[in-house]
């Protein structure tokens, strides 16, 4: 882990995390959530056509079709609003750095991993893939991280 020196106080130099770090690990824990809500709808849906049954009535009068399509829905947000913290905390070491574009490149396994309809929130209601923020986000803090004007 990459540790950010702060200004010396009496006790010595303290130290935190690049605030990025947390951020990937929150994103990587919304996302294998997701992965078991979609594998547990799958696994359902699978148990109800083996037993030869139309998968559209069934999925209708089954209770658990439903819970577990809930489940998914509020992981998907969660994953997506991780997404968007990804993008919102600012990495502050070059490592941090790196570690971001590593888990954006190694996460987007499909080209469309990332959501692709977000809204800034300057005041633009233009709608952007999450890609944009993210290149928005290094450009700004490069600069600072290598020390460059």
Known sequence: MEWLP???SAGGAERLPDPI???IEAHK???ADFERAVDALNALESEIMAKGSRLSRERDEDPRV???EGTLSVSSDAETD???VLVAVRPTTIAGLMALLKHALA???SGEA????????DGDERLRPWHYFLVESVAEVLPGIV???
């Open 6 to 8: 702060l200004p010396v």
């Open 21 to 23: 770090l947390a951020a």
């Open 29 to 31: 824990a919304a996302y």
């Open 66 to 68: 439903a819970e577990l």
């Open 82 to 84: 991780a997404a968007c």
């Open 107 to 109: 996460h987007d396994k």
């Open 114 to 121: 990332w959501p692709s309809d977000l809204q800034s929130d």
């Open 147 to 149: 020390g460059a004007v």
